[in-house]
């Protein structure tokens, strides 16, 4: 068996890109064409598998199987609240090769919420110590924790920091919005400033980096931050981790993009079942993609036209032929988000 690019979240020292976890985008499909296209990405935080149910699990592991992961180093999240289930899939995932696993404290969504999962665990900061307790001795690999500065307000990190320092992580990413928040409103830097004083472990920033100035506005207001995990902005601008790096970029940035999106779109029709289902997955896509060109909506429009994937192929290369870009450095703000 291959093994799979296992990273590890602890830093390096070095200015690193993570790409972050976003279900329905960055699967081993994204993430692998990306690295064949792109650099800048250190490693990714896979999209969460849940702690729960042994089938659903199965399906989600497939896609942290080794052999499809073989260019962008990965760390799986896990999304659960049973510590028993958690040390299950930990094992699990070691048994795959990885060496590192990402505990989801983040998820927004009130079907996760309710359950006390993701950012529905945030006001118990009893359960949290008590599961930490629990898995934290017995973990076969590595930890770190992705989480938001709270579900209802965004005191209850600051109230969780002393429970995260009794127990080695290997990092903690924050995403400086509530649960409740969901993507609404800004980004709360004055508490991540907060939490990261208080915090023990390194600490990695999330939320709206859509372009190199937002990084480097952010950047400069933190700069003993090393780790950047950026999300949205990437699905965006997939040059995005390249910029962040001031890395060399292509001479033909559209010619380099189409290229991405036709490679993304057979490496999906390898995946998926049906030509619906292809169609729908692109046009997610889109969705974020069109936010790149100077006229993002008509951009979106003309793509949410297409009917098939015949009509889908012929409109994303009349929109890398004839619509200019976006300006890097412009436009985008976290509304845009
Ligand atoms: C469609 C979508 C799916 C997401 N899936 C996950 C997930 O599986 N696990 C997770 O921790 N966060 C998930 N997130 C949150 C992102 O990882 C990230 O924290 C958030 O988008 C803010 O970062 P950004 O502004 O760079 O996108 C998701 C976000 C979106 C928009």
Known sequence: MSEPVAARMSPTGALQVIL????????AVYRTVHARHFAGVDLAVAPFVVAAGRRA?????????????????????????DGDGFLDLAERLA?????SVNWNLGCPFPMVARKGRGSGLLPYPGRIAAFLDQVSPRLPVALSIKTRLGYENSEELSALVPILNRHHLEALVIHPRTGIQLYDGGVDLERFAACREVCHHPVVYNGDIATSADFRR??????????????????????????????PLPD????ALRSFYEDLTEAYAR??????????????????????????????????????????????????????????ETGLTSQAL
Request: aromatic content about 8%.
């Open 95 to 99: 048994g795959l090769g990885y060496r």
């Open 20 to 27: 972050a976890p976003l279900r329905g985008f960055t699967d």
């Open 271 to 328: 995946r998926l079942s049906g030509p619906g289902h292809l169609l729908d997955r692109m046009k997610g896509f889109w969705r974020y993609a069109s936010l790149g060109f100077e006229d993002a909506e008509t951009v979106w429009l003309r793509v949410r036209r297409a009917k098939d994937m015949t009509g889908y192929r012929r409109l994303a290369a009349a929109i890398f032929a004839d619509c200019p870009l976006r300006r890097p």
């Open 252 to 255: 033909d940035p559209a010619g």
């Open 218 to 247: 952010v950047s400069e207001r933190f700069p003993m931050v090393t780790q950047w995990m950026v999300g949205r902005g990437v699905l965006i601008d997939p040059l995005l981790p390249a910029r962040i790096k001031q890395m």
């Open 57 to 81: 699990t199965l399906k989600a592991l497939a896609d942290l199987r080794p052999e499809v992961n073989p260019l962008m180093p990965v760390i799986p999240q896990v999304l659960g609240n």
